[in-house]
T-cell receptor, first 114, second 116 residues
Framework: AQSVAQPEDQVNVAEGNPLTVKCTYS??????LFWYVQYPNRGLQFLLK??????LVKGSYGFEAEFNKSQTSFHLKKPSALVSDSALYFC????????????FGTGTRLQVTL | GAVVSQHPSRVICKSGTSVKIECRSL??????MFWYRQFPKKSLMLMAT?????????EQGVEKDKFLINHASLTLSTLTVTSAHPEDSSFYIC????????????FGDGTRLSIL
């Protein structure tokens, strides 16, 4: 079975400061990892993915994530947060060796204040 | 980037009504489509997965006769909530994925269904 843990329900950060949203995963095979962002009353927008290759993945809107195999983590980061980054963020994993479904974490609400 | 269009964005109807929600992939061929339900302040709950031209695969606990899914083409899937009741009120989100397991899923903007 595969699973994703997002240990923080909410992350608060001041605009201009770096942000990190944590994600750890468990999967039998090779992990395919994804980050999505959801704004109120909207669907999910794809931010970035890790399939293979460089452990540091760069995505949309200045976000990046680092794949750490030994810690089974895929934390989302941004060097300088914006108020407009405030939203709900979901980490997701799929077993790359199979056609398994995407498993989502419970989501982390990011609140960026002035 | 890949775009998934979901329509309608909001539906308010009386109990007993059937409601159809459409999901279209606008600029790619969606070989697989997914339907999710999201409760307030909760993560997404996968309801069913459908491959073009095949019957949908429903998750445990999801009534297939209640939630009818059709994936008739590579760009269109529909979810019909039959004889809807207030407990069916929720935010429904579709998602589509192109060919290849390393492709990300792209999501529609969701449909807010309110049953009175």
């Amino acid at each position: 079975a595969q699973s994703v843990a997002q240990p923080e329900d909410q992350v608060n950060v001041a605009e201009g400061n770096p942000l990190t949203v944590k994600c750890t995963y468990s999967v039998s095979g090779n992990p395919y990892l994804f980050w999505y962002v959801q704004y109120p009353n909207r669907g999910l927008q794809f931010l970035l993915k890790y399939i293979t290759g460089d452990n540091l993945v760069k995505g949309s809107y200045g976000f990046e994530a680092e794949f750490n195999k030994s810690q089974t983590s895929f934390h989302l980061k941004k060097p300088s947060a914006l108020v407009s980054d405030s939203a709900l963020y979901f980490c997701a994993v799929r077993d790359g060796g199979t056609a398994s479904k995407l498993t989502f974490g419970t989501g982390t609400r990011l609140q960026v204040t002035l | 980037g890949a775009v998934v269009s979901q329509h309608p964005s909001r539906v308010i109807c009386k109990s007993g009504t059937s409601v159809k929600i459409e999901c279209r992939s606008l600029d790619f061929q969606a070989t697989t489509m997914f339907w999710y339900r999201q409760f307030p302040k909760k993560s997404l709950m996968l309801m069913a997965t459908s491959n073009e031209g095949s019957k949908a695969t429903y998750e445990q606990g999801v009534e297939k006769d209640k939630f009818l899914i059709n994936h008739a083409s590579l760009t269109l899937s529909t979810l019909t909530v039959t004889s809807a009741h207030p407990e069916d009120s929720s935010f429904y989100i579709c998602s589509a994925r192109g060919r290849g397991l390393n492709q990300p899923q792209h999501f529609g903007d969701g449909t807010r269904l309110s049953i009175l």
